[in-house]
């Protein structure tokens, strides 16, 4: 499958419009080359039209130099995300199914609407002959339900100029008489009547509940990471993982006025299944760069270490693919979409049951500290996770009294994660290297990696605790 990010622009146009001339317009030097590609395009969607209505269209088009299948996500900025593949199958590709399954669940998906366009494309080049951007007059036909319309418009491509073309092109078509399109695409102006239907009455405007907002933004995160964390990367991977953590966390913290149905021991296992592919990852981060400090006589074991870990993250990634497929992981998304979705959380005043959390969170960690047992350590990080997040939730309302506090627990958190992650690392170490002498080597220096990082602690948790830091708890 092929991802690229697209970035353009549309515009309608009266039947009698004329295309101006752009050359001069920025940096465009010469408009010449025009191609003539008649497109038939089929739109694929559920029956409540629930990828339109979240921004992504799919279809499978004939013509032009990109048939096939095209799935359009949000991107980053001003750009879409176009995942394409080949192929002139009645069934959308399972590939596609899966990018948004996290939205579709079991929904069927099928066609909804069928669009023919004329399509006169241009290309708009610098001085040097490189095309900076494509110009399409496009005459379309659309059929849905039925029912037949028909009008022209102007799409304007980036290849690789940037915004300023955009920008000089759009100034020039304004003059000649365009205007902005009435939808973001074709098939929503197509659609647009369906898709009215299909909107949610606007509601009251009411104060929102902190905590009912945080937790609607935990589930559109894990929704939203789902198709990159499919595919292992390792970015999306992590953040669907705190995702889930957050909104497990949110719900153990108000656990006697929020009915959790069992929600947070699936979120735990979807953690696992998640932890499976990014605890390796890191690891091997850390401890290749650990071995590439000790020198190149540590290579066989750097190749050990990889190989080990490798292995690790295939089976994880693997795991992973299987687990998002499952009957488990869509049931438990339609359960968050319930709890998210219903009434407002009534819970008890956030800010008096995030001091809670804190005060319990520093008493774990001072016993800890004062016992040094290491799963005792460990555990007391759990709690400052929830007291983060607890406290994160504030920050919409509290602002700087609120981020405050977070940035030190989370320096707090880190440090006895570093700790943590030494322990883990030791672990491996004496698994793969047990009676060799480097990787007794490398055991000691993560031992000493350790204790430098557990002796950091008191002065992370005294910094957390300053009563300007706490001011607000």
């Known amino acids: 499958m092929e991802i690229a990010t697209e970035t353009e622009r549309k515009y309608d146009v009266p039947e009698t419009f004329e295309l101006p ?29 629930i990828l339109m209505r979240n921004r992504r269209t799919l279809r499978r088009r004939s013509g032009g130099n990109d048939a096939g299948w095209h799935l359009k996500t949000p991107g980053d900025g001003a750009g879409r995300t176009e995942h394409r593949l080949p192929g002139e ?58 029912a037949e319309q028909a009008w022209q418009e102007i799409e304007v491509e980036l290849v690789s100029g940037d915004a300023a073309v955009l920008d000089a092109v759009e100034e020039a078509l304004f003059a000649a008489g ?7 695409s074709k098939v929503a102006r197509a659609l647009a009547g369906r898709l009215a239907a299909h909107q949610p009455a606007k509601k009251t405007k009411i104060k929102v509940n902190p905590v009912s907002a945080y937790a609607r933004e ?60 990014r605890d390796p990852q890191v690891l091997e981060e850390k401890l290749l760069a650990l071995v590439e400090e000790a020198g190149p006589e540590f290579a066989p074991a750097a190749d050990r270490v990889r190989a080990h870990l490798e292995d690790q993250i295939e089976t994880g990634r ?76 504030l920050v919409p309302e509290h602002g700087k ?20 992650d030494s322990n883990v690392a030791r672990s491996v170490l004496r698994e793969l290297g047990e009676g060799s002498f480097h990787f007794g080597v490398l055991y000691g220096r993560q031992e000493q990696v350790g204790r430098e990082e557990l002796a950091k602690v008191p002065a992370l948790a005294k910094a957390a605790r300053r009563r300007r830091v706490r001011r607000l708890f």
Request: net charge negative.
């Open 401 to 420: 009294d609120a981020k405050r506090l977070v940035k030190r627990l989370t320096a707090l958190q880190d440090g006895l994660g570093s700790y943590q």
């Open 21 to 49: 001339d752009l050359v001069g317009a920025g940096d465009i030097a010469g408009v010449d080359g025009a191609e003539i590609h008649d497109l038939d395009a089929t739109y694929f969607d559920t029956e409540d039209l």
């Open 178 to 184: 365009a205007r902005p399109a009435e939808g973001p």
């Open 318 to 393: 693997t795991e992973l693919a299987g687990a998002l497929e499952s009957d488990r992981y869509l049931d438990l998304l339609d359960r968050i979409d319930e709890l998210v979705d219903g009434d407002p959380f009534r819970t008890p005043d956030p800010v008096n049951r995030a001091r809670k959390v804190l005060a319990k969170a520093d008493d774990r960690l001072d016993a800890a500290l004062a016992s040094g047992v290491e799963e005792e350590i460990h555990e007391s990080r759990k709690g400052f996770k929830q007291a983060r997040y607890s406290v994160e939730l």
């Open 218 to 277: 935990q589930r559109d995160a894990i929704i939203g990471y789902d198709p990159a964390a499919r595919r292992g990367e390792p970015r999306a991977v992590h953040q669907m993982r705190v995702a889930t953590r957050r909104l497990r966390s949110t719900l153990k913290t108000y656990k006697r006025s929020i009915p959790d149905n069992g929600i947070r021991d699936e979120l735990r296992w979807l953690a696992g299944v998640l932890g499976a592919v």
């Open 89 to 146: 199958s009645d069934e959308v590709p399972a590939e596609l199914v899966g990018v948004v399954r996290s939205i579709v669940r079991r929904r069927p998906l099928a066609p909804v609407a069928r669009l023919r366009t004329h399509r006169v494309e241009t290309p708009l080049r610098d001085s040097g002959g490189r095309t900076l951007a494509l110009i399409a007059q496009d005459q379309v036909r659309a059929e849905s339900d039925g």
